[in-house]
């Protein structure tokens, strides 16, 4: 399998702010990553593909401009949550992908949003 | 409309027995994974199925793949408590883009 990490596991901001995650591939290269949001008790919602080197492609319903994803290097993809606001809550999940179909999901990364 | 949905929702069954989680999807797919999640934490992957009829197994848990009923199911056999958890499939619609189903919580009780 793929080992991928996430920074930080977990945050805590004022509504307004901007918060930023690190996804990170630690022992391969990754062209594609993905980002997926989980409220409680739900399932995952795909938000985004990312891309190393172009422009993230966002799932129908994703503000792009909230949340700003950066896939600058082959091992680290980030979402920045911009203004953030108490909706903005939830469970964050990374994932690269590796051998053509299989993701290897991060550790997750909680924000709450006060 | 791309759906994917699981059946039962929620799961108690006592240990030693043997139940199937469903798991139907909507779009034409021969890729379909299984995923379970413990309370708290990310996924761990399970199964990964890539062809019609594919059948595999760990341990007290078995998937198969209908691609033709666009069906997977998930059989647990003699559960035990450790098995506790909420199990997920997820379905590549459209090229590495998961999908993934309502999730089924299971609770194992002695």
């Known amino acids: 399998g793929a080992v991928v990490s996430q920074h930080p596991s977990r945050v805590i901001c004022k509504s307004g702010t901007s918060v930023k995650i690190e996804c990170r591939s630690l022992?391969?290269?990754?062209?594609?990553m993905f980002w997926y949001r989980q409220f409680p008790k739900q399932s995952l919602m795909l938000m985004a593909t990312?891309?190393?080197?172009?422009?993230?492609?966002?799932e129908q319903g994703v503000e792009k401009d909230k949340f700003l994803i950066n896939h600058a290097s082959l091992t680290l993809s980030t979402l920045t949550v911009t203004s953030a606001h108490p909706e903005d809550s939830s469970f964050y999940i990374c994932?690269?992908?590796?051998?053509?179909?299989?993701?290897?999901f991060g550790p997750g990364t909680r924000l709450t949003v006060l | 409309e791309l759906k994917v949905e699981q059946n039962p929702l929620f799961l108690s069954m006592q240990e030693g027995k043997n139940y199937t989680i469903y798991c139907n999807y909507s779009?034409?797919?021969?890729?379909l994974y299984w995923y379970r999640q413990d309370p708290g934490k990310s996924l761990e992957s399970l199964f990964v199925?890539?062809?019609?009829?594919a059948v595999k197994q760990e341990g007290r848990l078995m998937a198969s793949l209908d691609t033709k009923a666009r069906l997977s199911t998930l059989h647990i056999t003699a559960a035990v408590h450790d098995l506790s958890a909420t199990y997920f499939c997820?379905?590549?619609?459209?090229?590495?883009?998961?999908?993934f189903g309502t999730g089924t919580s299971l609770t194992v009780i002695p």
């Open positions: 994932s690269v992908l590796r051998g053509g179909n299989t993701q290897y």
């Open positions: 022992d391969f290269q990754a062209t594609t």
């Open positions: 990312s891309n190393e080197g172009s422009k993230a492609t966002y």
């Open positions: 779009t034409t797919s021969d890729r």
């Open positions: 199925l890539l062809s019609n009829g």
């Open positions: 997820a379905v590549d619609f459209a090229g590495n883009q998961f999908y």
